[in-house]
């Protein structure tokens, strides 16, 4: 029998934070609902999924913690995670911290900024965040202004872009393809939208709203937006403008302007406020966010990691597959192969055993909720 510690996850959660730096996935914060009751996730737990081996682990972490809290904003530059603003129990924070990932000893250890100039953007939540040129440009949120702070930014006044910028707005998506940020969907006042805007990063002149070619995904929120190309742009997930939690997925091509939709997705597996990171070969990971429409019914948070592969691997990871998949068939050949080579192979052994062990106890579960559900049905 398969070794279930071995094969542990992070907790179910929604509105956390998620970076991949390397061969991990970081996971942080988020809450979960717990008999009717919204509870944020530990801020002292940091948690790593090896892209190679499957395998998760927790890392307790120390120094300056930020509070537990969900629908922060998180990002990597340089192998820091940088956490900013989220909703805590008491408010919305405008605090700014981050953590070294590339520790030797693995000591994570989290530090608040303090000292930096100009004023940083008022308290918020569900807001996004663009990585350009070692910098970290937040766009929209929920949140609160006071009258005097009406024009604080970090550094650039609301009246200073140029163009015709997008509606404010929360629970959108942003994401950078070379020096253009990009801006899909959210919700405005009681509105979510489906608009398509981007913002030249080096002369914050925005684009105004994107006449797209052809269809179009959906009006949502909560959903996810990630590069995975020089010209294009992966679209997953999110509430509808109906309260539909929704499970598709879209790529843009910015060179001829479509959208187009894409096949073969786990249709019977909705997200919203999940994260999506990109992988070492192009490949999307989406991780936890809800099945259900959270504004309604906040039970059906999830830990699982859904994988979208956007392009064809490579010959090397197509046979590294290839053996993890048949290592038993395999098993006398595999202590013949080279030692960086054998390492790989016992990597993906680990990694599809974890996956197949994952894959009996999820549908074990929905067997027994079903059963659940037909008995209290009758």
């Known amino acids: 029998m398969a070794d279930s510690q071995a094969f542990c996850v992070a907790e179910e959660r929604s509105g956390h934070c998620a970076v991949v730096d390397g061969h991990f996935l970081y996971v942080w914060g988020g809450y979960v609902s717990i008999e009717d009751n919204e509870v944020y996730l530990p801020n002292d737990e940091i948690w790593t999924y090896d892209i190679d081996s499957g395998l998760w682990k927790m890392h307790l972490m120390e120094g300056e913690l930020p509070t537990s809290m969900s629908g922060s904003c998180g990002a990597c530059i340089n192998g820091r995670l940088y956490v900013f603003g989220g909703y805590d129990d008491k408010g919305y924070s405008n605090r700014l911290y981050f953590v070294n990932l590339r520790t030797r000893d693995g000591t994570y250890i989290w530090e608040k900024i303090t000292k930096f100039d100009g004023q940083p953007p008022t308290p918020r939540d569900k807001l996004s965040c663009w990585v350009y040129k070692d910098r970290l440009i937040y766009f929209g949120g929920y949140g609160y202004r006071r009258h005097s702070e009406l024009q604080d930014c970090f550094d650039v006044h609301d009246a200073s872009w140029g163009g015709v910028p997008p509606q404010p707005r929360a629970a959108h998506s942003c994401a950078v393809l070379g020096n253009k940020g990009y801006v899909f969907g959210g919700r ?58 929704l499970s598709d997925g879209w790529i843009h091509n910015i060179i001829t302007n479509c959208w187009k939709q894409l096949k073969h997705l786990p249709y019977t597996r909705p997200r919203l406020w999940h994260t999506a990171c990109l992988g070492k070969e192009n490949e999307i990971m989406v991780f936890g966010g809800s099945k259900d429409n959270l504004l309604f019914l906040d039970t059906g948070h999830c830990n699982d990691l859904l994988i979208f592969q956007t392009q064809p691997y490579s010959l090397l990871r197509l046979c590294l597959d290839c053996i993890g998949k048949n290592a038993v068939i395999l098993k006398s050949q595999i ?9 790989q192979v016992l990597k993906k052994i680990t990694f599809w055993t974890a996956a197949n062990y994952r894959k009996e106890q999820r549908v074990g579960k929905e067997e027994t909720e079903n059963k659940q559900q037909w008995v209290s049905s009758h």
């Open 188 to 245: 405005v006042l009681q509105t979510r939208m489906n608009d398509l805007h981007c913002l030249n990063l080096d002369t914050w002149i925005w684009s105004g709203r994107i006449s797209v070619n052809g269809e179009s995904p959906k009006h949502r929120s909560w959903h996810t937006l990630t590069a995975i190309a020089d010209d294009k742009l992966f679209l997953f997930g999110g509430l509808s403008a109906d309260n539909i939690p």
């Open 335 to 343: 202590s013949l192969l080279p030692p960086k080579l054998r390492q």
